[in-house]
């Protein structure tokens, strides 16, 4: 699956039965991830309405505390997402043995027989879970 777009919209209770839609669009670059994208639209959108309607954020509106709570939810948000770091990524052969291990058939296992003959290290790893499939 390739994610090119990001779309994120929030519809925000203006009071007297008023509300306001926005939303953003992203388009990604290759390599951008779509989950820090999300979060960033998110943010943008949350930021647009704190900036064109103040007045909601003052203490003395009828719907201040529950725009304060969503904000803080929002920065939270951000905060965690930006905290999370990529697992490393794995190399084709790192790759390969982990999916070798996580084989619970010999069926499934057979599949790597081809790859393993012509790569020593994964021959290793293949020939030792052939062995405890096989028991």
């Known amino acids: 699956m390739k994610i090119d777009k990001i ?8 009071g007297n ?3 306001e839609r926005i939303g953003v669009d992203i388009l990604l670059n290759e390599g951008e991830d779509a989950k820090e994208a999300l979060a960033t639209a998110k943010q943008l959108v949350t930021e647009y309405h704190k900036e064109n309607n103040p007045q909601i954020y003052e203490e003395q509106h009828p719907l201040y505390n529950n725009i304060v709570e969503v904000m803080n939810a929002v920065e939270s948000d951000v ?3 930006n905290k ?13 043995i982990r999916d070798i291990h996580t084989c619970t058939e010999l069926k499934t296992l ?3 027989k081809l790859i393993a003959k012509n790569n020593p290290t994964i021959q290793e790893h293949y ?9």
Do not use: C, M, V
């Open 110 to 112: 057979q599949a790597y």
């Open 127 to 135: 020939t030792a879970k052939l062995s405890e499939l096989s028991q």
């Open 17 to 19: 039965y008023s509300s």
């Open 79 to 81: 905060r965690t997402f």
């Open 84 to 96: 999370k770091s990529d697992p490393p990524k794995l190399s084709q052969e790192e790759t390969i």
């Open 7 to 14: 779309s994120y919209q929030k519809t925000f209770n203006l």
